[in-house]
């Protein structure tokens, strides 16, 4: 289990403030990825929400473009794919709420020993990832960053007090 009985209470707790501000709560939602406790949650503010079903979005974007929702949000996802590229251009929604890692120059990118799904591919530059939704056709409507502090003692928990980790876009179709 990914987050083994905790969650990134930050991290949602600000993905969904940022969604709310930009997306209606009555609108209809394909999340990338499996069903995850981030799901739930945006279907107890009311959102309609239903998610891809565990196949290689690199591979089949079936799901993707055969979706009608109004919406797609991508938290946390672009960073596992080698072609977040495919992706976001097979998006048939106008309006897209996005989120990932920003890549931190004191730590190198995030791999799981045990779960082969559970690889940074890519950890973005804030500057990367705008350039590549804008190559895919979208334009940033709004952005946010924030950190990731831990309780950990030592030079790296530091720096993750003053440095943000997490960088959420809204944007729309061109």
Excluded: C
Aim: glycine share 4%.
């Amino acid at each position: 289990m990914m987050y083994e009985g905790t969650y990134p209470n930050k991290r949602y707790k600000k993905t969904i403030e940022f969604l709310k501000k930009h997306v209606s709560e009555n609108a209809s939602i394909l999340d990338l990825g499996v069903s995850n406790p981030f799901s739930e949650i945006m279907k107890q503010q009311g959102y309609a929400v239903e998610n891809t079903k565990g196949e290689d979005l690199d591979i089949d974007t079936s799901s993707i473009s055969n979706s009608n929702t109004e919406v797609v949000t991508a938290f946390e996802i672009f960073e596992h794919l080698l072609s977040p590229f495919t992706v976001l251009k097979s998006i048939k929604s106008d309006k897209l709420v996005a989120s990932v890692p920003l890549k931190l120059w004191f730590s190198s990118a995030y791999r799981s020993k045990t779960d082969m799904r559970d690889r940074h591919y890519h950890e973005f530059e804030d500057w990367q990832f705008d350039w590549l939704l804008e190559k895919a056709g979208w334009k940033i409507k709004a952005r946010e960053k924030w950190t990731n502090p831990t309780k950990k003692i030592g030079v790296r928990p530091i720096l993750r007090w003053f440095t943000p980790r997490y960088y959420i876009v809204y944007a729309e179709r061109v």
